[in-house]
């Protein structure tokens, strides 16, 4: 909890700082790829969670890795150094973009559904959210074949849950009584 919670907090530092040199979509990318590259490789996560490998090396490494990014993300590996906190980078990076998308006015529906979604469902369904938000939606889908078939919508603090087990567990609950 208590690295969330730092981690908010850098976040909203870096894109005050951003903001203020104009930097804020260049640094926007730069958190998505420390994001990505730091999902992906589970070396580099291990890595960066090593409390036995100094904080320097893990510096020198982020700044090698990372080398094309800009001045405020260099700035943050030297932050995150001083502060011995490299392990919230990724949670950093995360609410970074959260921050970012709110700022911009871009709000993140989810959708969870047994498969893939498709492209032509993808449309239809944010044809739909739109009718619900009057901000730009950006899609994300969740699959989770536990829902058995449907849907569950969920976009800010609305939820619609349209999924086969749902229902199946409304059944039981109006059999059982």
Do not use: C, H, W
């Not at 970012?100 to 969870?112: H, I, K």
């Not at 449907?150 to 976009?155: D, P, Q, S, T, Y």
């Amino acid at each position: 909890m208590t690295g969330s919670r730092a981690a908010i907090r850098y976040a909203k530092a870096i894109l005050e700082m951003a903001q203020a040199s104009g930097a804020a979509q260049q640094v926007n990318d730069d958190m998505a790829l420390i994001a990505a590259t730091l999902k992906e490789s589970g070396e580099l996560s291990s890595f960066i969670n090593n409390p036995t490998i100094k904080g320097e090396v893990k510096e020198s490494a982020l700044k090698e890795v990372f080398a094309n990014t800009g001045n405020i993300t260099q700035g943050l590996f030297r932050l995150l150094f001083e502060n011995r906190r490299f392990e919230i980078l990724g949670a950093i990076a995360a609410e970074y973009k959260t921050q970012f998308d709110t700022m911009n006015g871009v709000e993140v529906a989810t959708v969870t559904t047994a498969f893939p979604i498709t492209p032509e469902l993808e449309a239809k369904v944010l044809d739909k959210v739109k009718e619900f938000s009057d901000k730009k939606i950006t899609l994300k889908n969740i699959v989770d074949p536990a829902i058995i078939g449907g849907f569950i919508l969920r976009v800010g603090d609305k939820q619609f849950n349209a999924s086969v087990a749902n229902s199946l567990l409304t059944l039981k609950r109006e059999l059982s009584n």
